[in-house]
């Protein structure tokens, strides 16, 4: 599967942005689908998981109550809708798909990146 995030840009502190994670092939629906960040100083981060049936979602405590995973599986397309967005959120965004049930919080775990959207906040 091949994936295409966007969505990402430029918003101030308090703001909101949704990113979409596009998936080719008819498959979509078989994956386990994660949200990972990465800023310059660090590593790459855990956000957000979807199960493959949209059932089940994982967030990490930094981003709790500010943001919600979704799925169209009829789109082939997964969502973040991130609000009250920090600057400490700046970072590059990427999605991910999990062929095999389990942890969704390490990205190891993962078998296909997307190429990541840039997500700057301004205070």
């Known amino acids: 599967v091949q994936l295409q995030a966007s969505g990402g840009g430029l918003v101030q502190a308090g703001g909101s942005l949704r990113l979409s994670c596009a998936a080719s092939g008819r498959t979509f629906g078989s994956y386990d689908i994660g949200w990972f960040r990465q800023s310059p100083e660090k590593e790459r981060e855990f956000v957000a998981a979807?199960?493959?049936?949209?059932?089940?979602?994982y967030y990490t405590d930094s981003m709790k109550g500010r943001v919600t995973i979704s799925r169209d599986n009829a789109k082939n397309t997964a969502y973040l809708q991130m609000n009250s967005l920090l600057p400490e959120d700046t970072a590059v965004y990427y999605c991910a798909a999990k062929v095999y049930s389990g942890s969704h919080y390490y990205a190891t775990k993962y078998d296909y990146w997307g190429q990541g959207t840039l997500v700057t906040v301004s205070s």
């Open positions: 979807i199960s493959r049936s949209g059932y089940n979602t």
